[in-house]
């Protein structure tokens, strides 16, 4: 289990040498027995007024952020943020060890809902309606999509808006499974909030298709400019034992949000070979963040 560290009581900008000092500081694990931590990390308590629930938000910064305080970072939100978070900020990391391949970013982390175990929550934010798979526990709760992305809207965004120094002109998407078919749906309902996605391996066969059918009664294209990265492993596919034709489903959608997006949508989908719904995410998110955040060349 990694643990991230928690930072409360702060101002909403932090003088540059309390952030010099916390990155300072911030550079060995605590020992005797402590948890691991995501060094230099920061999470913050951002509850919905609404539903009464209490989400976190996990914060990296890029490591010239103090350095450097009239600058503005793209920002990258990511669902599932248990295992994404810490995932995606050592890739990022790891992409620049020799020459920069991707610009530098603020990562946040969209959490679970405090007190619920990840399917619980992941199954009511990141779905479209109520129709839930067959398979899904009785007392499970599906559709709570359009709820959490007001969320999204009125209270995670502007807060990090408020306390980073963030491009909101270059607000990145990234979300795996439930979490991409939860991205589908921001693109078609609130195209403003993100700039860029990354989708990858859509539940998109999630109640007989509806994201489809959304595709088709979603209104025209504000003409702001995306772009949008999906990715699929070769073997999610019922001939390789899947429940459902993902590969099929992604490149169907491909084809209904290019015919809908036209030159202000660009569109990418990478089958990425010898890969599961299981163990494609780390491939597919190395791919998305060289897309979204390539680093321009010199």
Known sequence: MVALSACSGAPEAAPRATQQAAVATATAQRGEGSPY???????????????????QVFVAL???????PDKRYPVLYVTDADYAFPLVWQMARRLNVEGRKIEDFIL????????????????????????????????AVHGGASDY?????????????????????????????????????????????????ILGSPSYW????????????????TGLSVRAYMYVGEYESVQHGGDADMVDDAQRMIGLLGARGGQALALKLDVLNDEDHLSVAPRGFMHGLKYLLAAPKS
């Open 37 to 55: 931590e995501v060094l230099g990390s920061e999470v913050w308590d951002v509850p919905d007024p609404v539903s009464g629930r209490n989400y």
């Open 108 to 139: 946040v982390g969209l959490s679970y809902a405090k007190g619920e175990g990840g399917m619980q929550s992941r199954r009511r934010d990141y779905t479209p309606t109520a129709n839930g798979p067959s398979g899904a526990p009785a007392d």
């Open 149 to 197: 992305i007001a969320y999204l809207e009125t209270q995670a965004l502007p807060f990090v808006a408020r306390r980073y120094r963030s491009d909101e002109s270059r607000r990145l998407f990234l979300g795996h499974s439930y979490g991409a078919l939860l991205g589908t749906q921001v693109l078609l309902e609130r195209p403003q909030l993100f700039s860029g996605y």
């Open 62 to 68: 890029p490591a010239g952020y103090a350095d450097n």
């Open 206 to 221: 999630y109640d007989k298709r509806v994201m489809e059918r959304r595709v088709a009664a979603a209104g025209s294209p």
